[in-house]
């Protein structure tokens, strides 16, 4: 770990640095495809410095809700993702089972009356270096329209019409959030949506 902390502030940081101090002395607004192609150019800068490892992705936190990273040295395509959150109810309860293995299958979450979340969502696309430049604000209408506006501060059970026969789990919740964004995104390929229901309890679904 102190390997790796040392090459980076040695050689990743000072590129980023140089970059932003120019662009700033510029006045030029840096791009999202700006900051991938500033990790691409670290990761070249990174190769071959910690003996047999190598670079496996790299990654720039914008601020605690957006992240850019690319996956590889020559990468053409990066991600960017951003999170999300809303307030739900929802019950995780089937009449089939005795009140024994609904507890058993639902652990504390087995209330026949429901119970509430704060849910993030976060959700990440695919987009290539090159080409049309993506805009933060577009991308956050679409996941507002085609999702958020639709589950929050709703009883998921009873206002979002997949969960009226299926039961909303964190896994469930993934799926349905994958399938009214997939092919939302202009220019971006949706690359996978994780939802937290707590700290602790996340499901991933790419697809």
Known sequence: VVEIDRH?????????????????????????????????????????????????????????????????????VYTFSEKFEFAATHTLWNDKFSDQKNLDVFGKCANPL??????VVEVAVERPLEGQEFHIGQFEKAVNEAFIQSVDHKNLNAQVPEFAELNPTVENIARVAWRRLEGRFSGAVLSSVTVWEND????????
């Open 8 to 76: 980076v502030r040695a050689e990743a940081v000072p590129l980023f640095i140089a970059q932003t101090s120019e662009a700033f002395r510029a006045g030029r607004h840096l791009a999202i495809s700006d900051v991938a192609a500033m990790l691409v150019n670290a990761w070249t800068a990174l190769k071959g410095r910690f003996g047999g490892p190598e670079v496996s992705r790299i990654c720039l936190e914008l601020n605690p809700f957006r992240k850019v990273a690319v996956c590889a040295e020559d990468c053409s």
């Open 114 to 119: 429901g119970h509430g979340h704060n849910y």
């Open 200 to 207: 602790k309890t996340y499901c991933t679904f790419r697809g």
